[in-house]
């Protein structure tokens, strides 16, 4: 069985997150989606909408997905990849060259991120329209 690892925020889901992970699965057979914390969010200076536990129900129900785990630090790539015999780490190319030391372990695919969308994109034209 052939195991892909991405990770993420994954915060008002939108059709750039169900892209990253439909062709994350067709790289392998089970995808394991590593979910910011929101203690880990706050340290990264970031404040998801949902919380942990809400985005993870809401991946969990998407067919992509296998199996949603905590990200809580930085560092924990190596031992994930490790603990869940991991094969192929992918992430948006936003984070390119940022995780080649991976590269080691498994290998490292960097998508293209969907074009006109984001988390950010969202919730600036939602703040246009509540301000504007």
Not at 23 to 33: I, M, P, Q, S
Request: proline residues 2%; charged residues 35%.
């Amino acid at each position: 069985m052939k195991k892909i690892i991405t990770y993420g925020t994954f915060d008002l889901l939108h059709t750039g997150h169900i892209n990253i992970l439909r062709r994350a699965k067709e790289y392998g057979d089970y995808l394991v989606v590593a979910v910011s914390t929101d203690e880990f969010n706050a340290i990264k200076g970031k404040e998801a909408y949902y919380s942990y536990e809400q985005r993870k129900a809401i991946l969990e129900a998407i067919r992509y997905v296998d199996e949603v785990i905590p990200e809580q630090n930085w560092d924990q790539k190596v031992d994930d990849v490790k603990k869940h015999n991991i094969d192929v780490f992918v992430m948006g190319d936003d984070w390119e060259g940022k995780f080649d030391y991976l590269k080691k372990y498994c290998d490292v695919i960097y998508f293209p991120r969907t074009v006109g969308i984001s988390t950010t994109k969202i919730k600036d034209d939602l703040n246009k329209t509540k301000h504007g």
